[in-house]
């Protein structure tokens, strides 16, 4: 029996996202894990099924968040099947390198439709269901990105810039209803075999707690979940302590 709510995180891939999912999860919270899951048509049941082992009532639900129809049935299903939607996390990232001159039109829509669309779309769809209950929590992934552009990386920061303003704009629409909306600002490597495999170096620090491990990210979550409404945190910045920054 679901003690609590659903969470829906919206890019649940088997680091950051399925760290936050889980630890929702066990708090009595029903897991719905979303994910375009086009590569791999099994990842997301398998995290699913480790859930479950877990003893932790998790669904996997297949979701593009660039599709309005995908993401308004998403929600719709989880309300009608699984439980009231208590939170949902945008957690889609687009983290991709090209030259100014090498982006071309295609890669700029495409990272902007991953990153700042699919978060208003999830952002609204959630709202949506959230409002007449005039309660819920609604949480965005953001990066470095989100505050400063990189070389070689305008796609990506300008759709993480834009997804912070879609989030800042929906906490000041949504706060005096009851809805919190905060923004999570992960500035720094995360322990993930992407890491592993293309900054060794930087993984090298992991053991002197030198990369963000995504049990920790969670907890940044959760703490922004059961945050008392007279003082609610809009955006929140995480990074490891050797992180020059």
Request: glycine share 10%; net charge neutral.
């Amino acid at each position: 029996m679901i003690e609590k709510g659903a969470v829906l995180v919206v890019g649940a891939g088997s680091a950051t996202g399925s760290a936050i999912a889980k630890r929702f999860g066990r708090e009595g919270h029903a897991v719905c894990l979303a994910r375009r899951n086009k590569r791999d048509p099994e990842a997301g049941e398998a995290i699913a099924a480790e859930f479950r082992t877990a003893g932790i009532d998790a669904h996997s639900l297949t979701c593009d968040a660039r599709d309005e129809d995908q993401v308004r049935n998403t929600v719709d299903r989880i309300e009608a099947e699984i439980a009231p939607l208590d939170v949902v996390v945008f957690n889609v990232g687009g983290n991709v390198r090209f030259d100014i001159t090498g982006t071309t039109t295609r890669i700029f829509e495409k990272v902007w439709q991953m990153a700042c669309l699919g978060g208003f779309l999830t952002g609204r769809e959630a709202a949506r269901v959230m409002l007449p209950r005039k309660k819920g929590t609604i949480l965005f992934t953001g990066a470095t990105a989100s505050l400063r552009g990189a070389a070689g990386f305008s796609a990506f920061a300008s759709a993480k810039a834009g997804l912070r303003m879609v989030a800042q704009s929906m906490a000041r629409e949504l706060g005096p209803k009851g809805i919190h909306v905060g923004h999570v600002v992960i500035d720094g490597a995360i322990d993930t075999e992407f890491i592993s495999e293309r900054f060794p170096e930087k993984y090298a620090t992991r053991e002197r707690d030198g990369i963000l491990k995504s049990e920790q990210i969670a907890e940044a979550y959760w703490f922004l979940h059961t945050q008392h409404r007279s003082a609610w945190t809009f955006e929140l910045d995480v990074r490891p302590w050797m992180e020059n920054w």
